[in-house]
């Protein structure tokens, strides 16, 4: 009988040791693995989001006279002269804006409504005069659209709504622009997106310093000045004439003058 003991004894010794290590053989493998790490990209994005809207909203507070130069692929640098007054109206001024580069207009905001004035130039000989476009929150006739206007005015209104289908990521700055820049793409299908896409960049006090989009580049030129309490019309509202169109004007066909002959 103590020799059965002893043999049983030899054979159930290494199972005993084996047991342990085949149990936590079968432990590890019934463990889930280990969940991959937090992607940390959607959290980077919304706060640059964020970081945007503060500055545009911060933009929208900040009333000045400011100066930008505007660079357009084949045409000459131009001064863009934005004025936001403190009561909220605003006013800017672009060179070449209309008929095709030859004329100088004038967009501005009051409690009125909207304008397009149309300066003195080479392709408008008349003195100033605007032309009511419509209400305040009316939108600006394609034709008459210079578009440069608009990242330092209404589209700060999209910048700073979350509902708005943008995508929004930290950028580095055009050349010759200072401030901090994000990224800013569309994320809706529509052919209307809310603004142009593009490079837009602000101080931190809320000054716009640059925005670059396929349309040109704005650089702000010089520290602005101190916001006036309203802006003033280039010229008086007249009612018989139309809003100057962007596109130029159509080269007159010679045979169809007055004066043309037929042999």
């Known amino acids: 009988m103590p020799v059965l003991i002893r043999s049983a004894g030899r054979v159930l010794g290494p199972l005993v ?19 991959p790490p937090a992607d940390p990209g959607p959290v980077d994005v919304d706060a640059a989001r964020d970081e945007l809207a503060a500055l545009a909203a911060a933009a929208q ?21 934005l004025t936001s007054a403190n009561d909220g109206s605003w006013r800017v001024d672009v060179p ?3 008929l095709g580069g030859t004329a100088d207009v004038s967009m501005a905001e009051t409690a009125d409504g909207l304008f397009q004035c149309a300066l003195p130039s080479s ?3 008349e003195s100033a005069s605007c032309v009511r476009l419509g209400d305040r929150d009316d939108a600006i006739p394609r034709r008459s659209d210079p578009r440069v206007q608009h990242p330092l005015t209404d589209w700060l209104d999209v910048l700073t709504d979350r509902r708005a289908p943008l995508a929004v990521a930290p ?4 050349e010759g622009v200072t401030g901090t820049c994000y990224s800013v793409d569309s994320t809706s299908a529509s052919l209307n997106a809310p603004l142009d896409v593009g490079i837009y960049c602000y101080d931190r006090d809320g000054t716009p310093t640059g ?14 000045g101190p916001a006036p309490a309203t802006v003033q019309l280039a010229g008086p509202v007249v009612v018989d004439r139309e809003p100057l169109d962007t596109a130029a004007p159509p080269t007159p066909d010679p045979s169809e003058s007055t004066g043309a002959t037929t042999p």
């Open 17 to 35: 040791l084996a047991l342990p290590a085949l149990l936590a053989g079968c432990t590890s493998a019934q463990q889930p693995p280990a969940p």
């Open 123 to 125: 392709g408008h000989a």
């Open 171 to 174: 950028a580095d700055a055009p």
């Open 211 to 224: 925005v670059r989009t396929g349309a040109g580049t704005l650089r702000l030129a010089a520290p602005p």
């Open 61 to 81: 507070d900040r009333h000045l006279v400011a100066q930008y130069v505007y660079s357009q692929t084949g045409r000459p640098d131009r001064t863009i002269v």
């Open 96 to 98: 070449g804006g209309a």
